[in-house]
């Protein structure tokens, strides 16, 4: 299937600024780029409350935006599922105020209780940092959540991107080190696997929008070896085992570089034992979960995901 037209519309745009590739940027030019790209959420819901708080993290204080979803929506009256959010951006770039309006959204939408975190970045923080922070808050999440609404006994952890890839290493981890209890995944084009070679990687290689070029600087700045891409905390689709693991959403977009490595995480799971339903998004670009002010289908998709989580949650 070609672009979408919508898609189409905005990439011309883009490509009418004339913007240099990212990755001959600076960190501080790339962390610019995706607070302009925020715009394309569209204008922030009203949710019942927003709280900024921090969890005690190995680096320090890990600072979480909290959202109790509006209305008497699922879950009113009684503690509501939680949502443990980790933001995409390449582990370097991106932030809560650049998710803010997804956040927003996901809450409404689904009647979570969403806590979005703000792991350390790349390059000041090089792996395994947002590793631990993103663990390091789904534990603080399943303790204290209660404290805003939430339920901490029934906790997805989802993101998008390099989001996604840390909410299915903190799945992971959870399993293996006995808690806290992940009951669902939702992974967003997730960064799967470092080594992938797959078609879509060639396919894609230049774009549009996230190109192969830009996945190597992303990796740059994360890593501090070229060892570091065969740890299952950085390729979580190298695991050899993943039976045991929480039902998963993985959400795919048909012109990404790193399409086949979510699909492919996703048949693995399924091989593993568990409940994964992969969605393939036609038409759609990396990033597009983020772009429901003028993508129809990213807000088609962030309605099926917070669906999802709702009846998974129950």
């Known amino acids: ?85 980790y933001h995409g951006g390449g582990w370097v770039i991106g932030d809560i105020a650049s998710h803010d309006a997804l956040c927003r959204l996901l809450a409404n ?21 947002a590793v631990d922070d ?46 806290p209890r992940i009951s669902y995944q939702l992974l967003v084009y997730p960064a799967i696997d470092r080594l992938d070679d797959s078609p879509s990687m060639h396919e894609n290689a230049l774009g549009p929008l996230l190109t192969r070029s830009w ?8 890593l501090t070896s070229p060892d570091d891409g065969l740890d299952t905390r950085v390729s979580p689709g190298r695991a050899e085992d993943l039976s045991g693991l929480p039902p998963a959403l993985v959400v795919t977009a048909e012109f990404d570089p790193i399409r086949d490595q979510g699909a492919a995480y996703a048949a693995r799971l399924r091989e593993a034992g568990v409940d994964a339903e992969h969605l393939p998004c036609a038409g759609m670009i990396h990033g597009f979960f983020q772009m ?11 309605d099926h995901a917070a669906a999802v989580l709702r009846r998974a949650l129950a």
């Open 1 to 85: 299937m070609p672009l979408h037209p919508q898609v189409e519309a905005l990439l011309a745009q883009m490509a009418a600024e004339g913007a240099p590739a990212p990755e001959s940027l600076t960190v501080a030019q790339n962390r610019a780029i995706l607070t302009d790209l925020a715009a394309l959420s569209g204008e922030p819901e009203e949710v019942a409350e927003v709280t900024d708080v921090a969890a005690p993290g190995p680096g320090g204080d890990i600072p979480i935006r909290v959202y109790r979803p509006a209305g008497d929506g699922p879950g009113a009256g009684s503690a509501r599922p939680a949502l443990v959010y």
């Open 134 to 179: 993103a663990y390091a808050a789904a534990v603080w999440a399943a303790e204290k959540i209660g404290e805003f609404g939430g339920d901490g006994s029934r906790l997805a952890v989802g993101g998008d991107s390099a989001g996604g890839n840390l909410a299915a290493v903190v799945a992971q981890l959870a399993k293996a080190r006995g808690g």
């Open 215 to 222: 996945i190597e600087w992303f990796y740059g700045c994360y």
């Open 292 to 302: 429901t002010g003028v993508l129809d289908t990213a807000t088609e998709v962030v």
């Open 109 to 129: 939408r689904s009647g979570c209780v969403v806590a979005s975190v703000d792991y350390r970045l790349a390059p000041e923080h090089r792996f395994p940092a």
